[in-house]
């Protein structure tokens, strides 16, 4: 039972490159949610979604963009990368609301 | 009105001491409040969590008490070890809203020393 698997760990972009992060939960949850953490900011929601095909914004989406065709997958599209979203990125599912399973994040760099 | 409030940001503690999170809300729609413990490189995993209709909860050595009146609610750590040192999250969910996201504290950094 892998939980919620996220890939890369590491990446480092270039200003105005493009990429996607990759979200997979094998747990059959319906939530899903893009968090980011940046230092002493805590976790800032972007993006979640309550089933597969439902998505919407969370609290800071500017720069970015979801999908989510299966209930596995919750990949984040990030378009034109900008060094504001240089951050740790946390992928979770749940199946109850609140009892959030985290991914290990994945470290983004924009230089 | 959304936002959940924590405090200290950073927190160093002997061995053996009781360590004390503090957290405050305002949105009174808020229902059920989980804490997280994050190592680092890790991503954060449930700790405990509290529904309002209780005033405390215990599980080992963590404890949280709730105060619905102040909307206030905090972690305690008693005997703290050095295997506790992790940033905390508090947090706060609309159990019955629509998202089911939760709205996170900014984190307290934990030190214990042995």
């Known amino acids: 039972n892998a939980g919620v698997t996220q890939t890369p760990k590491f990446r480092i972009l270039k200003i105005g490159q493009s990429m996607t992060l990759q979200c997979t939960q094998d747990?059959?949850?319906?939530?899903m949610y893009w968090y980011r953490q940046d230092p002493g900011m805590g976790l800032k929601l972007i993006y979640y979604?309550?089933?597969?095909?439902?998505?919407d914004k969370g609290e800071v989406p500017n720069g970015y963009n979801v999908s989510r065709s299966t209930t596995e997958d919750f990949p984040l599209r990030l378009e034109l990368a900008a060094p504001s979203q240089t951050s740790v990125y946390f992928c979770?599912?749940?199946?109850?609301?609140?009892?959030?399973?985290f991914g290990s994040g994945t470290r983004l760099t924009v230089v | 009105q959304q936002q959940v409030k924590q405090s200290p940001q950073s927190l160093i503690v002997q061995k053996g001491g009781i360590s004390i999170i503090n957290c405050a809300y305002e949105?009174?729609?808020?229902?059920?409040f989980p804490w997280y413990q994050q190592f680092p490189g890790k991503g954060p995993a449930l700790l405990i969590a509290?529904?309002?209709?209780?005033s405390e909860k215990k599980e080992g050595r963590f404890t949280i008490s709730f105060n619905k009146s102040a909307k206030q609610f905090s972690l305690h750590i008693m005997d703290s070890q050095p295997g506790d040192s992790a940033t905390y999250f508090c947090?706060?969910?609309?159990?019955?809203?629509?998202?089911?996201?939760?709205?996170f504290g900014k984190g307290t950094k934990l030190s214990v020393k042995p």
């Open positions: 979770a599912s749940s199946l109850l609301r609140g009892f959030f399973t």
């Open positions: 747990m059959n949850h319906n939530y």
């Open positions: 979604s309550v089933g597969a095909g439902i998505t």
């Open positions: 949105n009174t729609a808020f229902d059920y």
């Open positions: 509290i529904r309002p209709d209780v």
């Open positions: 947090a706060a969910l609309n159990y019955g809203g629509s998202q089911g996201n939760l709205i």
